[in-house]
């Protein structure tokens, strides 16, 4: 089966939430995972894991933990792309030491996983497989870890659905550019052009058939982000291995 360029595939991609139910061959996420695994990673450390997940009763405990999200049931295969130092963990007890637990080492471990995780996504979509990201699997990490069985030093970050698609969405527009491309110094944004980006977004959610209002960005992110989430998340990420001081 043929890939699409890279270039082509980012530029065209879009979440998949409605999958046609086809099987995924193994042969085939062989290959996307195989892909993927080459991702960069820091100092080789590699400390990031994927628990694939095609079992029908497990999928169903993750919809409930995720937030009874449909994708996750329609998919054909379920990943955990997990922040993962268990193996560094065993490498320091192999020579007597004892790995820090510290918020560098905690960062490092989360862009290892969302760097892998991202061209996991970008390899399964350029075969034509529909990819939607999942971060309600933080909702609940310490059942999620159960579930699992994820050992000492393991949390799953996000999880990813996939499968064909049985939808065509259209793109929702990005910001222009001006506003999070700078060349040499970063230039602070005006609320005008965030407001210029409210209105191109709020026409795009109204063609879909969307009661959407005029903010539609910043009003969105003001009511989501001016209150906490997941307040439970450090506590039971630290009960997990990892540390945030």
């Known amino acids: 089966m043929d890939s699409k360029s890279v270039v082509d595939t980012l530029e065209g991609r879009v979440s998949i939430r409605k999958h046609s139910g086809e099987g995924i061959s193994d042969e085939l ?3 996307i995972i195989k892909a993927s695994r080459r991702s960069p990673t820091s100092s080789n450390r ?3 894991s994927y628990v694939v997940v095609r079992d029908a ?5 993750l919809y409930e933990l995720v937030g009874n999200q449909g994708h996750v049931l329609s998919s054909d295969v379920f990943i955990a792309v997990c922040a993962d130092n ?3 963990m ?7 030491d004892k790995m820090v637990g510290s918020l560098e080492n905690s960062i490092v471990a989360i862009v ?3 760097i892998a995780g991202t061209s996991l996504s970008l390899a ?3 075969f034509g497989l529909g990819t939607v990201m999942v971060g309600g699997i933080r909702n609940h990490p310490l059942e999620v870890a159960e579930l699992l069985k994820l ?8 999880g990813m659905s996939i499968g064909w698609p049985a939808e065509n969405p259209p793109q929702k527009p990005r910001m222009d550019p001006s506003l999070n491309v700078f060349k040499e110094e970063y230039k602070e944004v005006t609320e005008d052009q965030l407001r210029e980006y409210d209105n191109q977004l709020a026409e795009h959610y109204r063609r879909q058939g969307r009661n959407t209002p005029d903010a539609a960005w910043t009003g969105i992110m003001a009511s989501r982000l001016s209150v906490k989430k997941r307040e439970h998340l450090k506590q039971e990420l630290e009960q997990l291995g990892y540390n945030f001081e």
Do not use: N, T, Y
């Open 90 to 96: 065993k490498a320091c007890e192999m020579h007597g």
């Open 124 to 126: 399964a979509e350029s």
């Open 46 to 48: 590699q400390a990031f």
């Open 86 to 88: 268990s193996r560094i």
């Open 57 to 61: 009763a497990r999928k169903q405990k």
């Open 151 to 158: 050992p000492k030093g393991v949390f799953a970050l996000f």
């Open 112 to 114: 290892d996983a969302a």
């Open 29 to 31: 996420l062989d290959q």
